[in-house]
Every structure is written in structure tokens, then in C-alpha cells.
């Protein structure tokens, strides 16, 4: 696909959030009506987005107006600048919003040189698809848009290495993260640990118009989950083994045979759990003497009999008793309960 060649680049995809790639052509100009049949080869007729990309130079240095309507989520950009931006129920039902005009058009104004300007635009469908899109200058002439858009590259997402945003927990305070950029997927890198629960990522502003759809508020939600299971057992590198086996005796095991050899201590040098198995074997057996040693004393009668009921069998002689002790017993005895002391 040759730069400067009429047209826009169009790259079709096969899902709504341009993640999956169907195919790429030449389109003279974004204006279609799709209706529910497939817009390109291996792209199904519902539920997928278009992606054009390349220039656009206009005759003279003038104010042009641009507008856009389509049966879905549509946005034009020029030179990175979000400049239109409507959905498919403005494009509907135009007559109940004020910002469209009565052919059911959004409108957008920016003032170009006589030189390329980038251009980007996007469409995100659904069912019964179609987008229209036409220029005109100061003097309301209409910008011949299959003579002025040039083919261009793909577009991606460029932003400094590095970049810091924030991010916003479930509870406590922001914290910092890096954004990254590998193969056209935006990275947060996080360091540390942190609860699971609903984050959100706040975005700068030269990137956000380019993640609008998964934002909320300017933010994108994403969530942090907890490993359900307790441990994980994964094959180690060689290098990873050899750094362990500095600090701990590792054996290679590859199969069942291998594995019930290190357990037993078959392994030449691995003899560990052969003295764990001695180890526990001993505590068992000294478990079953100590509980038959118990039961032994017990039938002899060796073990100490405690009555929790004789201490307490006559309460009245107990109370008069302590009544005594303090020289009150000789005053009224009848009052303890009935008892005659002694």
C-alpha cells in the first residue's frame, strides 16, 4: 500500500474494540451503507469496526467545516484532535438533540493549511451499519474529499516512555503506575500488592479520546482478583533451577518414576525424606505408647478421681460454717437455711 495513494487506509476488524484484525483495503472515501452485509472479506456483517487512517490536503488555508453521522459509535480526528464524536441516536434521532443538524449531522470546525493534515476516523457498529462523512470550506463549497485524503499509515498509539498516571483504589489513597506500549497494548506496570477490588485508571489527556469507549468518567475500571487457588506448581528454566539449587538442594525430576524416587529417597544424594519418613514414623509410635500408657493407668485405678459433687453435697453446713467464721452463727441460726450446726 503506497503512501499518497487516493484514499484512506481501512482497516477492518472482526469486534468492536479494534482488538482482532480481519482485513486491510483502500476506501476512496468513508461514506457507506453496509446495511447488515459484511464490509470486508473476513469480517462478519454485525458487531465489528473500521479503522481509516491517512491525510488530507486541502486546496487553500481556510475555516473547513466537516460532518460525520453514522449507525454507531463515529469519531473523526485531524492532526490527533478529537474533532467530532456521535453516536448511532444522534445520528437516528437527530431532531431531539441541538448539536445535529436537520440532515441528521454532527459538525466539527478547524482551520487548515494548504498542507496534510493527519486524519483519522473510526466506526464502531452494530446492527444495520452505515457512516457518511462530507467537508466544505467557508464559501459552504463542498471539499472533494476522493481528490484531498491521501492513504497513510497504520495508526498507533505513541505517548513518552514512562508516561505516570494514577491510579484509584477500592479504599485508601491514590498511587502511582508506568504506562507501557508493546505491540499496540497499553501496559500499567504496578509494583507491590494490593487487595482485590475495583481500580481505576486515570488517563492523560493525549491519550484518553483514544480509550473514550472503555472509560468512565475519564477513567478505565479494571479489577484486581485474588488467586482462588493456594499454590501453583509451574516448570522451572534451567536458569531458574540453577539459581535455586545454589541455596537449596533441588533434585530434576521428568517423570512419575523420577518423582516417587526423590520422595523415597532413592535419588543418589537425596536422602531427606528418608529421614522425614523415619522421623514421623517415630512420632506415631510414640503417640500409640502414650495413649495406651493413659488407658493402662486409668484401669489400674492409678489416676486420681476428682468428684466435682462431694464439695458441695450439704451447702447448708458449708454456709453455717463460713457464717462462724465471721461470728454470726451464734446470733440466728435459723436463718441458714435450716441447718443446726455443730
Known sequence: MKPDT???????FVDQYFSLHGST???????FSWQRNPP??????FNFAVRWTGSIIPPKPDEYAFFLRGHGLTRLWIDGKLLIEVNADESVNHTKYEEMNEQGYKEGKIRLAAEPHALRIEYQGAYDNWIYCHAKGSDNNHLPL???LRVGKPWQLEFPAGTAVTVTPPSGPEFPVVLDLED??????VSGTYLPGVYELALPDFIADSFRTFAVDGK???VARSVPEESHMTTLSDADFAGGAKV???AAVRSTEEVVHAITGALPGRRLWRHLALAALAAVLLEVALTRWIATQRRLGATRRVDFTSAVADGGAARLKTLRGFGLA???TETVGGIDGE
Not at 25 to 31: A, F, G, L, R
Not at 184 to 189: I, Y
Open 6 to 12: 487516493p484514499g484512506l487506509r481501512a482497516d477492518y
Open 25 to 31: 483495503q483502500i476506501d476512496k472515501t468513508p461514506n
Open 40 to 45: 470486508a472479506p473476513d469480517v462478519p456483517p
Open 146 to 148: 476522493e481528490q484531498t
Open 184 to 189: 499496540l497494548t497499553l501496559l500499567a506496570s
Open 220 to 222: 478505565i475500571p479494571f
Open 248 to 250: 537449596f538442594p533441588l
Open 330 to 332: 451464734e446470733q440466728d
